[in-house]
């Protein structure tokens, strides 16, 4: 099984691209065979200024959710890992059971687990949805930017405005 490559930081000396520091110097070393070609492919860093937004959006929404919502969603992050599984950036844990009647015990057992997992029965089967995280780690730039602009879309269309209307609300709030 081949090592998946990390990426390391590089610079361009105007002939070749350098490991930036002695540390990444030896790991290249260990993962790269002299004489091999290998395929470059940039990197791009997410915007810490796009994730602060993002958040500050999220919780714009939360403090304008209609009444019959806000007790569903007590906190921003209840809102936004919902709006991510609406979005389908989650992951789905199905669990079969003997009958319904087992599959709705089961699934009022299961919801208490996780707080912000959407549980759904259909026959005799309980699918638990837990939202996938957007840490730095676990989902890169354009993962993100796509989940952010779903999760905007759903939750600017639960307090009734547009997303641009609420990236504005949230820009004059902050």
Not at 40 to 51: A, F, G, K, P, W
Request: glycine residues 2%.
């Amino acid at each position: 099984m081949t090592e998946a490559i990390p990426p390391l930081p590089w610079h361009w000396n105007g002939e070749a691209l350098v490991p930036e520091n002695r540390h990444w110097a030896r790991r290249a070393d260990a993962l790269f065979v002299v004489g091999q070609v290998y395929l470059l492919v940039e990197h791009q860093d997410r915007s810490s200024n796009s994730h602060r937004h993002f958040f500050a959006e999220v919780k714009e929404a939360w403090k304008n959710l209609p009444e019959h919502l806000s007790e569903a969603y007590p906190t921003p992050d209840a809102l936004r890992k919902f709006a991510l599984i609406k979005a389908g950036f989650c992951d789905a844990h199905p669990f079969v059971c003997a009958s319904r009647a087992e599959a709705l015990r089961f699934a009022a057992y299961l919801k208490p687990v996780d707080t912000y997992a959407v549980v759904t029965v259909k026959e005799a089967v309980v699918t638990r949805y837990t939202a996938q995280s957007q840490s730095l780690k676990a989902m890169g730039k354009d993962d993100f930017q796509r989940s952010k602009s779903a999760v905007l879309e759903i939750v600017a269309e639960m307090v009734g405005v547009s997303s641009a209307e609420l990236a504005e609300n949230a820009r004059r709030a902050a």
